[in-house]
């Protein structure tokens, strides 16, 4: 019997979105991507996971790569990510992302694969190894998405390429055999996706920067914080203001921002007539307070190997429920026998 008026779950918006495990995680990833993960984790249904598959397109260190896996796992587990109510999973330990991406491969064409910059940056940068999965890596991340039925993607600008092509896919999948894939937008972050290098506030912070006082991790010690702080680049007019030819004032206001939600206009009215030197240091509380529950919870879970097992088995066993449904679907659609 239809019944369409009774108590049926309903289902909220999805989100998707991953992160590979060799980037170390700034403050800048903190408040440009996982802060606002959290805050979404409570009015949509969440998937995050570590794209491990993604990280192999260039030459990791064996051992480095599982470090790096189970240490961005746990970091995420630390994060207010809720995952009782949400699936965070380990992106190999789900076989349905490395199949959808093969059948995605045979619906994408060659030249628009060849237009990402992103695989053009990379094959510069990777000139003697430019292997097929870079320039399939696309597909892979639309398998990822596609896979749940994503309604959002919360990504940064540089990713933005690859929703439109994971867009272009799925509509094209959906008009040669009907309603298979939600299409997805992006969610693109707009305070916190551009935090800047504290040395050099032109360039985006980076922990690759070759200058360790220029990022800040999002595990580094309280001591190393204020450090890093206390040596930021700023100016020589002694204001607190936010202003064109102020980029290393401009950035650190834009960080306290972040981490208290005050507007600009409210934080020069809090540092009217003090010093950078307090103000630096205000900011570098700010920021320490704002990392502190994350670090302790991943101090505490980190080598807790048993733990994060159980969590990963946990995430991917919830994950293949979800993401299996899909290929079902798509298995049958393009014509493969079911088992
Ligand atoms: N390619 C993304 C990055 O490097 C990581 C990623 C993999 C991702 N799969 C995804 C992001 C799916 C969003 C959705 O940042």
């Not at 108590?7 to 495990?21: C, E, L, Y």
């Not at 094959?123 to 749940?148: C, E, R, V």
């Not at 009907?178 to 299409?183: S, Y």
């Not at 040596?231 to 981490?259: F, H, P, Q, W």
Request: hydrophobic share 40%; aromatic share 8%.
């Amino acid at each position: 019997m239809e019944n369409n008026n009774t108590a049926a779950p309903q289902r909220k918006p999805v989100v998707f979105s991953a992160i590979q495990p060799t980037s170390v995680p700034t403050i800048g990833n903190y408040f440009g991507a996982f802060k606002n993960w959290s805050n979404m984790a409570e009015d949509y249904d969440c998937l995050f996971a570590v794209a491990d598959l993604h990280a192999i397109t260039v030459r990791n260190e064996p051992a480095m790569l599982r470090k790096q896996t189970k240490e961005m796992f746990a970091l995420l587990l630390s994060l207010d990510l809720k995952p009782e109510k949400n699936i965070i999973f380990i992106q190999s330990h789900v076989p349905a992302h490395a199949e959808l991406s093969w059948i995605l491969n045979c619906y994408t064409q060659f030249g628009e694969a060849s237009r990402m910059t992103q695989f053009k940056e990379k094959s510069q940068k990777h000139a003697d190894n430019i292997n097929i999965g870079l320039f399939a890596y696309p597909t892979l991340m639309a398998a990822d998405i596609l896979l749940y039925q994503t309604n959002f993607v919360p990504v940064g600008a540089d990713q933005k390429q690859h929703l439109e092509i994971t867009r272009d896919i799925a509509e094209r999948f959906n008009g040669i055999y009907g309603n298979t894939f939600a299409v997805p937008e992006p969610l693109i972050g707009k305070s916190g996706s551009r935090i800047m290098s504290l040395q050099d506030p032109a360039q985006k912070m980076s922990k690759s920067d070759p200058n360790p006082k220029a990022s800040v991790s999002m595990l580094d010690t309280p001591d190393m914080i204020v450090k890093k702080f206390k040596s930021a680049v700023t100016d020589s007019e002694a204001v607190v203001r936010y202003a064109d030819g102020k980029d290393g004032i401009n950035n650190l206001m834009s960080i306290y921002s972040c981490c208290t939600g005050s507007d600009f206009d409210a934080i020069e009215r809090e540092f009217d007539g003090k010093g950078y030197g307090e103000f630096k240091l205000a900011v570098a509380e700010a920021v320490i307070s704002n990392l502190k529950p994350v670090q302790e919870k991943y101090n505490k879970i980190v080598n807790d190997a048993a733990y994060l097992k159980e969590c990963a088995a946990k995430g991917a066993e919830a994950a293949n429920y979800v993401s299996g449904k899909t290929l079902n679907k798509v298995m049958k659609k393009v014509g493969l026998l079911l088992k």
